[in-house]
């Protein structure tokens, strides 16, 4: 919203009053725009029990794509409850040979247990240390915040997982898909990331990068 | 420690030095005194992949007893990966009639995510609402930080729960287990809960209370 | 506000402006909707010495009620400076026999200051130990976050208390009105509070609770 | 301690280990060293119910000094039981013509509740507005972290205060103690306060500065 | 605002909708009404890498001054992209002769580079001892939060200084310029200053004070 | 530190006391185990003002490496005296050609001003967008915490960089290092990262990783 922008929309707040009693919770307001830490609060009197349940994992999405895994997240956007909760959640699912590649979450730490099937997981510490273990069902491994991380299928049955993060909105960066699908130029790829300029140019064909 | 006591014991830090370098995380020497948020770091030259990984899901407690419940916590005392990290999780079976009596989280929100079964949860806001849903098998309900809820197995099945917390060491406080497990006298107990006397000893009687 | 609402209200804006200093503090504008923490902060131009000074304690409400005391509040609701700035205060009376029954702060310690009478206060903890002490004039007590705790006038005069909080907005929830005075079932209390069926319908006819 | 230091003293941790349940709060140990924000917390086992039971404000000190007031601070060294809960209180006395001279806490917002007596209270902006107000017994006023603010008892009779910081720990720094009270040298002093070098020494003298 | 306000600005959140994905950087729209901690953010779509760099510091201010200095903040106001981000940054220079007053930051730490130059710089603690040191080029000094500081070209040319603070908003307080640049009466501050009130009249004068 | 291990080394506290007033600062003593968030503090009887003064960009390292860079950092671990006050700094060079790779900082923001020279510096966010620009000197930009980010000196003169960061211990991952320098086997890197193995053999050899 630039200066020079003519204020002509108009703001509803008709569910909002000096008399709303303090709230236990802060259910987002996605119509707001986003703060520091996420969403003002929706009005305690249009909120209902079932803005704190969440029924999306019923239906998770297909593992029929590249990497063979689909991902639900009940983030903020997804789950407005979670707002200011320090607290998110997400269903996995890895069909047999499936992966999630290679990624950080800028913002927060995340804790998965296996509920069906066995995978390989690990992250990487800043000492370039790898940590990595082969995990079964009801086993838990945690992924402190901000660092690479990565899980296989490396079983013969599909894999589920439920994953927790310290955060609403934990942030993904999925690295080979941030470095190679976008519009930076291929030498300062190769400059900045050690990789050969030949197979940075394979990359982004792979993942929709230019230039 | 009093200023009296005589310091007799005498602390090993062998697996200390200035050389440590700097970490991404801080496994919990649960040898060192608890501080304000948590546990000193254990010395990251011991730290091992099997720091990150809790197996204790596989083995959960059995449900036979007064509530049919069994829980398997996976705080920062069972696990001391979490420490620091703003996150830990539970495994909780009920048995069909099962339930989670109603109880606080002082230090944290509670999410849960159903893995098998059928249940009724609910918590009560701080305006004396209580927000309570059926919930079946992967529906997931956030109960925010510090408010009383319950969980009551509603269905015929044993019923399996996944349970994340935004806390390494959220701290539980049962409400009757509170009240009438200790030797505060009755009578107190009857002014300030409006709990008839003749129920507060009954209830006394059932939680180990005295006086 | 969902999204189908129709945007009738305007808000007036007019006394923030880009050329607003950055402020020093916060003084809630309760206008506006609630955030994660607390309210947006009235434009400082509109902010006088009034805003940072509050008087309600001169006039504070009587002690003839079922539990013989009164609360007066200066939380954010009530004194909108306290917004942000991590701590609010309440002024509490207790007729000789009143009481403040068993409750929590979802959001804050508690620090009492008796500035007449005698009082018994205690709180109890994670492990169901009771923390109790009789409190004479200038003695205080502290009830860390989130467990339950209460204060009973165990003199003869009237009992007069400063109460301090670590929270502008530390919420509460008085244990028996939360759990009987709402529309959750009578069985399904009796279930997660192991308290006798009868007895909760007593409880429920005494705090205006259904079902 | 430098790394050439001889180890000679001996700690005693009888009073830990492992089996120490996790605790609701952390009543400070001083006997260890502090910490980033507090201190460890003595063992659980030795917690009682006077730990959270703070007596000194019976004796306060008297108000015959320089500046006709007395402090009695109930900070984390006079009870550690206020470590880590974000809360502690001061109870101070003005004698008729008394001040707090002005100072700031850079750890914490102030806020007073006057007992008895007469002041006038006032803080001062970063935009270098000053907010003062006469307050009466039972008035509060809030004085935002960390900026400049004072009392002078303005009435005929003794001041009474009771003053919460939101912090356990919230320093102090009374300006004039802070500027003439130490050995920097006054020529610096005149250059970096613009008080005429005359004034500058007069002010060493009185505070017992050097140089 | 108060409620009686009539309503008449309109705001136009045209660049927001339900759509906007989350955010890893929260750029600070200045339009709004800022918050607890900042201001919201600025949509995504309307983003550019333009927000995120700063050229203000090629063209710093003169230091004909009273104090010989010059000042160039990037803080949120005047570089929105810090906005959340727990860091600022300033660029200073000072004339041969030139100084930084005493002050204080309410809301941060700072800590200085000297890129030339040859300065003096302190700050004192809150047992009123002054540390000082005499800085070359390439030299750096913390000064922590909240406490009285200074610096002063020592040298024979001029200085240059990068400073960071450890928050997007840490205020300042000049110590002479908030007492004696306001209304406060020349009587309370001679009490609560101890500073002689000619000398006082006198710096009033000096920083535009009245009464 | 096993539970089985022999306590034999001994802890001399000689430098602490009960009377070590509350201190305003915490200058790490590295000789202490590494808590949550940084280290214990140093007795304030050892502090001196040299604790709180930085030399060691006087004499960075060289550039002549395969990155054409040098880094000298002054974090907890260098500068102790940052520990707890959020915030750090470092000093970097790059050659001509040199670059800073792709990399992260888990644990903060990172804010650039470029000294010296001209180079070319990004950012890429979670939504796979890259934001790029060109930087002179006096100019400065900020790398959003957690994100993906890079400097490449793209004038003809040594470029110079001071770099702020949010915390004083910010960790730090290169990408090519962090994937390449471990023993993650190549065949798991190659389906975590979508290089291929033949590419991802030569990086193994290049950053001196196995298997």
Redesign the interface.
């Known amino acids: ?3 020079l ?12 009053s ?1 008399a ?7 259910v987002a ?16 009197s ?1 909120v ?3 803005d ?4 999306g ?2 239906n998770p999405g297909n593992t029929s794509n590249m990497n063979m895994f689909s991902i639900t997240p ?4 997804q ?1 407005p ?9 997400v ?1 996995a699912e890895m069909a047999p040979g499936g ?4 990624h ?6 995340e ?1 998965i ?1 296996v ?1 069906e099937g066995t995978i ?1 997981a ?12 082969k ?14 991380h ?1 899980q ?1 299928n490396s079983g013969s049955v599909k894999a589920k997982l ?1 994953v ?4 609403p ?1 934990p ?3 999925i ?5 190679f ?4 130029s291929s030498e ?1 790829l190769e ?6 300029v030949a ?1 940075v140019k ?2 982004k064909a ?2 929709g990068g230019t230039n």
């Open positions: 919203m630039t200066p922008q003519v204020f002509l929309f108009f703001i509803l707040f008709s569910s909002f000096k709303d009693p303090l709230q236990d919770f802060c307001d996605l119509n707001f725009p986003q703060g520091l830490a996420g969403y003002p609060c929706k009005s305690l249009n209902t029990v079932d704190f349940v969440f029924t994992f019923r009940a983030f903020v956007a789950w409850a979670v707002n200011g909760l320090g607290i998110s959640v269903y992966r999630v590649p290679v950080t979450h800028p913002g927060g730490t804790l247990v509920i390989i690990g992250f990487i510490s800043s000492s370039n240390k790898a940590y990595t273990k995990l079964e069902a009801y086993e838990a491994m945690i992924f402190p915040q901000g660092l690479l990565f296989v439920l927790s993060f310290s955060s909105n942030g993904v960066q690295i080979s898909t941030a470095l699908g976008n519009d930076l300062i400059e900045v990331s050690s990789i050969d197979e394979k990359l792979m993942f």
